[in-house]
């Protein structure tokens, strides 16, 4: 009965967190949080916030009455980037003891009903699960074809140059055990953009980790617009390489 009891208080002190980094999402924020909560799963929110002008940071303010000692803001100093954002969000994490930490999207791009199947997923042998747009077919709703092609052979050229078997290596609804981001030193994290997304994967994959894909379908976002620009998609394209060629330099570092 003690073991038991045990085991049970060690699964209630397992906790889980979603990120989400802002700028200008004030259309989406307060939509998503709650599309987040009413999953039903008992998690905490963090949102990350750019110093977005239009009140985004606000917005979460007031939507922290709603949500008491689940729902955190944190505002940047300066806008620095996705993925000093969410590194900013994992450290947050970490010192919190949170077990399971997910990455998503404010515009709905990431479906939060993905989330509990993902989330059982991390609680058992899997430690990174990706949602995946492209592990069965091109799962993408409302792209225009030429990003939803530059998306789909971006990832296709990634399993090339590294080896890595990851079908989306670029996607960004992702979940992390605490061990995963424990194992990478988070302050060596070199990328901001897409090739932070594919940073971490390999990352994780080069230490033998398991990173499993899940079939989500990606949704275009309705309201606001696109952070998408030409320096992220270069980014992606010379830090694939970057990464390929410190593998062994990374394994040593970290």
Do not use: C
């Not at 091109?138 to 789909?152: A, D, E, G, Q």
């Not at 090339?160 to 992390?176: H, L, N």
């Not at 949704?219 to 593998?247: D, H, P, Q, Y």
Request: proline content about 3%.
């Amino acid at each position: 009965m003690l073991l038991l009891h045990l085991l049970f208080l060690q699964k209630s002190m397992e906790k889980t967190l979603v990120i989400i980094p802002t700028f200008n999402e004030i259309e989406n924020i307060a939509s998503i949080i709650a599309a987040v909560f009413d999953t039903g799963l008992a998690l905490d929110i963090l949102v990350v916030d750019d110093q977005s002008p239009d009140g985004t940071a606000t917005e979460v303010l007031k939507q922290m009455n709603s949500y008491p000692e689940r729902l955190f803001l944190e505002s940047k100093a300066k806008k620095e980037g996705l993925g000093a954002a969410y590194v900013h969000g994992f450290l947050w994490a970490l010192r919190r003891q949170y077990e399971y930490i997910f990455e998503m999207d404010a515009d709905f791009s990431h479906d939060p009903k993905e989330l509990p199947s993902m989330l059982e997923e991390l609680k058992n042998e899997v430690d990174v699960i990706v949602g995946s747009r492209y592990i069965h077919g091109v799962n993408v709703v409302n792209w225009p074809l030429s990003r939803v092609m530059l998306s789909f052979f971006a990832s296709i050229y990634v399993r090339w140059i590294t080896g890595m078997p990851v079908k989306d290596a670029t996607a960004g609804f992702v979940g992390y055990k605490r061990k995963v981001l424990e194992l990478i030193n988070l302050k060596h994290i070199k990328f901001v953009g897409y090739a932070f997304q594919i940073e971490m994967k390999y990352k994780a994959w080069i230490r033998g980790l398991h990173v499993k894909e899940h079939p989500i379908i990606f949704v275009n976002r309705a309201l606001g617009t696109s952070k998408m620009n030409g320096s992220i998609i270069w980014e992606a394209l010379f830090g694939v390489l970057f990464l390929r060629f410190n593998k062994i330099k990374f394994l040593k570092k970290e």
